[in-house]
Nanobody, 127 residues
Framework: QVQLVESGGGLVQAGGSLRLSCTAS????????VAWFRQPPGKEREFVAA????????YYADSVQGRFTMSRDNAKTTVYLEMNNLRPEDTAIYYC????????????????????WGQGTQVTVSS
């Protein structure tokens, strides 16, 4: 069990940057795989990025590769998503998700890979 709280969303112009944070409760945070998903208006939820518990492996959607960077600070029980060169198509509600038992084949699958979710934070990119 872990509780997740996202922060850092807001309104930004195209080309700008935002840094999202996801802070978790509990002393076992370091054992969780953590991911970011997003849901654009009128569309299905999609994978954005994920990081393994030791930080040695990260995964990114092709659409954000090279622009977004995910990191974690286990001492602060927090993960971050640094978003640069934002585009209008990045507009979405961004969710943090975590699980202790995410298998490799489910890392990019929200329903199968993660059972703990935050409430989401809105990111809006204007042109």
């Amino acid at each position: 069990q872990v509780q997740l709280v996202e922060s850092g969303g807001g309104l930004v112009q195209a080309g700008g940057s935002l840094r999202l944070s996801c802070t978790a409760s509990g002393r076992t945070f370091s054992t969780y795989t953590v991911a970011w998903f997003r849901q654009p208006p009128g569309k299905e939820r999609e994978f954005v990025a994920a990081i393994r518990r030791n930080g040695g492996y990260t995964y990114y959607a092709d659409s954000v590769q090279g622009r977004f960077t995910m990191s974690r600070d286990n001492a602060k029980t927090t993960v971050y998503l640094e978003m640069n060169n934002l585009r209008p198509e990045d507009t979405a509600i961004y969710y943090c998700a975590a699980d202790q038992n995410t298998i490799l084949s489910s890392i990019r699958d929200g329903a199968r890979g993660y059972k703990n979710w935050g409430q989401g934070t809105q990111v809006t990119v204007s042109s």
